[in-house]
């Protein structure tokens, strides 16, 4: 089920709550959207929405959306920190993505588990936006995370991508130890194929009270608020 409503609060925040040992450079949340209708068992969002993690697009007026960025001078906005950017397309995010067009010091960063991108396909690739997609290794992905594309989905769309001329990332995240590690590697010769512009690897981020809401989420290898 899919909630449309007003947002209250701000669209755009910066983000700069990384734990401690944890590399995650700062960048501004643009939140078109909450939520998200994957059921990935380790995701963080089960934790933050206390388990309800459908998602909530947000309806206001674009002119309010665009104050906020502009308030801003320079900088990345990810409008997948809350939610999944792509999996179900927020109705202000075609005119973000106009907008970010025409800028030359502000960036759009789309991450997504998705391999929804008719958005994309049908404009000109801008250097404004940058596409990521986070992948597992296929033995994770078979286990913990449920209802999304298979990673060589993800993979063989992002290749379409770079081919067409935008900007692609890969996030391989999260490396879970609970999984076949040695898998790991045959998604890492998969992902030097397609030659993205940035490869990321994360770590499994939980708190220990991500168990209250997903109690079969992976437990070995997880990022400790206190470590």
């Known amino acids: 089920m899919i909630t449309q409503r007003e947002r ?6 910066l983000f700069n709550k990384t734990p401690t040992g944890v590399v995650c450079p700062h960048f501004y949340e643009l939140i078109l959207s909450n939520g998200c209708p994957y059921d990935c068992l380790y995701c963080y ?13 947000f309806t206001n ?13 320079e900088g990345v906005f990810s409008t997948g920190e809350l939610a999944d950017s ?11 993505m ?24 049908n404009r000109e690739p801008s250097r404004q936006i940058i596409l ?3 992948v597992n290794s296929i033995s994770a992905a078979e286990r913990f995370e449920k209802g999304v594309p298979s990673p060589l989905e993800r993979l063989s769309v992002a290749d379409e991508m770079i081919k067409l001329g935008w900007r692609v990332r890969i996030r391989l995240d999260p490396v879970i130890l609970e999984s076949d590690i040695d898998s790991y590697e045959d ?10 512009e940035m490869v990321t690897v994360g770590t499994l981020r939980q708190y220990p009270t991500l ?3 997903a109690p079969n989420a992976p437990r070995i290898g997880m990022t400790r608020a206190d470590d």
């Open 8 to 13: 209250k609060s701000k669209f755009v925040r």
């Open 45 to 57: 969002l089960k934790l933050t929405f206390r388990g309800k993690t459908k998602p909530t697009l």
């Open 61 to 73: 007026g674009w002119e309010q959306v665009k104050t906020e960025i502009e308030a801003i001078r």
């Open 86 to 96: 792509l999996a179900v397309l927020p109705p202000l995010l075609s005119k973000t």
């Open 98 to 121: 106009d907008y970010f067009q025409t800028l030359y010091n502000k960036f759009l960063l789309l991450v997504t588990k998705s391999v929804n991108v008719n958005i994309l396909r």
């Open 132 to 134: 990521s997609f986070s």
């Open 187 to 196: 998604i890492c010769k998969r992902l030097s194929y397609i030659n993205p």
């Open 211 to 213: 168990h209250n809401f």
